[in-house]
């Protein structure tokens, strides 16, 4: 798909999905050339969207600015299909395994923002990357002005052609929209939150049997009930009455 070509996107809960499978997105990804303007990709889940539509409007302009917007739950693309659109789910997580497997050259130059430097160096030798790059913000970087400068400065300077952003939503993807805006960035960013933890095995994902099901939210939230609960218990079922809203709208 070409640059701000929305006229191809399925429009579902006010957010311009691309309809592109995963083999789409990586020949998309692929085909831009390396030092194009950066453009980056966000994958939002029911956990994005009750966070736009329910908590935090601010952060429209983030998702509208983005090249590709992919559907990342399985719950969002039954529900789109229950009001007859076409809406193929693209997780993060496995666009970025795809991405190392299939696309990313050892030579890439490839920028990593967040996680530690153990896992950044297990990245390096599981894909034997020779031009590798990390910076780690402090933690609640997003709310300091310097902070949140010294990782758009770093992504600049990186001209990387892939920029991985893990430092969980919505950080990454205010991020992101803050390194677009500057014109001076070169490459892809993706979102993709805790996605290079599972792909170094840092951290467990759900059996494909669970994802497959549709219940990987219940793994997450049985894994670690204390943090999880109030997301997957209070806040999720907010999305049946936000898509009912959005389809009286319509």
Request: net charge positive; charged share 20%; hydrophobic share 45%.
């Amino acid at each position: 798909m070409k640059e701000n070509e929305q006229d191809q996107t399925s429009q579902f809960i006010d957010l311009n999905f691309a309809p592109h499978d995963q083999d789409d997105v990586l020949r998309d990804v692929e085909g831009r050339a390396p030092l194009a303007s950066f453009a980056y990709i966000v994958t939002p889940n029911v956990d994005h969207v009750v966070r736009l539509q329910h908590d935090r409007s601010d952060l429209w302009p983030m998702y509208r600015l983005a090249w590709l917007t992919l559907c990342d739950s399985r719950i969002l693309g039954r529900l789109a299909r229950r009001v007859g659109l076409r809406l193929p789910v693209v997780p993060g997580s496995d666009l970025t395994v795809a991405m190392f497997r299939r696309i990313i050259r050892p030579d890439d130059a490839i920028t990593v923002i967040g996680g530690s430097p153990a896992m950044v160096e297990s990245l390096r030798r599981l894909f034997g990357l020779t031009r590798l790059l990390h910076h780690n913000p402090p933690m609640g970087f997003i709310q300091d002005a310097a902070a949140t400068q010294d990782a758009v400065d770093f992504a600049i300077a990186a001209q990387a052609r892939y920029t991985f952003l893990a430092v969980g939503s919505p950080q990454q993807e205010i991020l992101a929209y803050r390194i677009a805006r500057t014109g001076r960035a070169s490459g892809v960013g993706l979102c993709v939150g805790a996605s290079l933890l599972f792909l170094t095995q840092a951290q467990r994902r759900a059996p494909a049997i669970v994802q497959r099901l549709g219940m990987e939210w219940l793994f997450r939230l049985l894994s670690d009930p204390l943090r999880l609960w109030r997301r997957y218990l209070v806040e999720g079922p907010l999305i049946f009455a936000i898509l009912r809203e959005w389809r009286l709208r319509q």
